[in-house]
């Protein structure tokens, strides 16, 4: 018997343990994606509050300014006076500005003073409003969705006066953790930020 002979029975045996090692490998299965995705949506159309022959502004909504920790998809839930978690499993389904600026142009144009919503200053209008965000989150220790925004607006035109400015905040007590109800909440508070808008543009025609 040659001599290497002796060692071919242990290197089969290993070769077989290894084969039957590979054989029995147990693919862990594929982990379902349990991310939900969530959009603002409008609030139905509302009757004018004026007369019909009263005002019907034709306004140009700037974009919708959100500051950079309010711009990732991951909705917001706040822990602390400055702690904020991002929720990986609920996203909004599109960026948080572009929500904000489509539900809203869809709200003030639900309402009989206003006539039009330009898509852009360059276009003939009454007025310029600017909106800018600074919450826009579920609140964990108070159980409440919380919406604030600065509004300011404008007469048509660069380096015009400023006709109007204010800071609207709405707490909507009520959220039970759940984010569809937030995203539910924080629809109705951008509801009311027409309603605000509304009364600025009022206020701005007779200055």
């Excluded at 969530?38 to 139905?44: F, N």
Aim: glycine residues 10%.
């Amino acid at each position: 018997m040659k001599p290497h002979s002796l060692f071919l029975p242990g290197r089969l045996l290993l070769l077989g343990c290894a084969l039957a090692g590979a054989g029995c490998t147990v693919i862990p299965p594929a982990t379902p994606d349990t991310t939900r995705y969530y959009v603002l949506t409008t609030a139905p159309a509302k009757p004018a509050t004026v007369a019909p022959a009263g005002p019907h502004w034709r306004i140009a909504l700037r974009p919708v300014e959100v500051p950079a920790f309010l711009r990732g998809k991951a909705m917001q839930v706040r822990y602390a006076g400055n702690e904020i978690r991002y929720a990986d499993e609920a996203r909004w389904a599109e960026s948080l500005e572009a929500g904000l600026g489509r539900v809203l142009r869809e709200s003030l144009e639900g309402r009989g003073e206003v006539a039009r919503v330009v898509s852009s200053p360059g276009e003939d209008h009454d007025f310029d409003v600017t909106v800018r965000v600074l919450r826009c989150e579920g609140d964990h220790e108070n159980k409440l969705a919380r919406f604030t925004a600065v509004v300011e607006v404008y007469p048509p035109g660069a380096g015009t006066e400023r006709r109007a400015r204010d800071t609207f905040t709405v707490e909507a007590a009520g959220w039970d953790g759940s984010y569809g109800q937030l995203a539910l909440k924080l629809s109705e508070a951008v509801d009311g930020l027409a309603d605000r808008i509304t009364a600025l543009l009022a206020t701005a025609e007779k200055r």
